[in-house]
Every structure is written in structure tokens, then in C-alpha cells.
């Protein structure tokens, strides 16, 4: 069973960078694509960007010049980088595993962030 475990810092003062882990239990992260995802307060899934099983890496064009996605495959983990972060950026931000039909088939618990001061 796969298993995926968000951590990062749950409080990020406007206009800083966010850094999140997803560390991931259970299969190997060089298999398959791996993504982030985030939803705010009253709002729907909001999809960040994914790396893929080769390291390649795709964003949501919209976030792209403040997203980074990267791994270590020897530590099985993943990483977000978002700068400058808005209010309007306070989510629960999840992992997730992207499977090869095309779907989210694993999820993290999520972790929340809150862009205040």
C-alpha cells in the first residue's frame, strides 16, 4: 500500500517561500508521477504540478514562475517550493500519486498552511 505523508510549516508570513515534503512509503517514487495539489477555504482542487517517473517536471501554467518541484530519490521524497505567497494562498496542501491511467489513486493526509503575518 502506498503511502504518502505531507510536512512543511503550517504558518508562512506573506511574500516568503513555502517548502513542503511529501516523503512516500511503500513504492518508489522513480515509478509513476507524483504531484501537489492544494485547496482553499470554500474553493476546489487547485492542481499545482507533477514530476514525472523520469524527473521531468510540469506546472499549472498560472503558477509556474513561483512553483518548484523537485525529488531525492534516495530518501523516496518529494519537494514544493512556492514563493511569494499571497493570504489568499492558505490551503491544505496534499501529495498525491498520479497513476499511469491518468488518475489520483494515492493520497496524502494533507497538510495545512496558513500566509499571514
Known amino acids: 500500500q502506498v503511502q504518502l505523508q505531507e510536512s512543511g510549516p503550517g504558518l508562512v508570513k506573506p511574500s516568503q517561500t513555502l517548502s513542503l515534503t511529501c516523503t512516500v512509503s511503500?513504492?518508489?517514487?522513480?515509478?509513476?508521477?507524483w504531484t501537489w495539489i492544494r485547496q482553499s477555504p470554500g474553493k476546489g482542487l487547485e492542481w499545482i504540478g507533477v514530476i514525472s517517473h523520469d524527473g521531468s517536471v510540469y506546472y499549472n501554467p498560472s503558477l509556474e514562475s513561483r512553483a518548484s518541484i523537485s525529488r531525492d530519490t534516495s530518501k523516496n521524497q518529494f519537494f514544493l517550493q512556492l514563493s511569494t505567497l499571497t493570504p489568499e494562498e492558505t490551503a491544505v496542501y496534499y501529495c498525491?500519486?498520479?497513476?499511469?491511467?491518468?488518475?489520483?489513486?494515492?493520497w496524502g493526509q494533507g497538510t495545512q498552511v496558513t500566509v499571514s503575518a
Open positions: 498525491a500519486r498520479w497513476s499511469e491511467a491518468g488518475e489520483i489513486d494515492f
Open positions: 511503500g513504492g518508489s517514487i522513480a515509478n509513476n508521477a
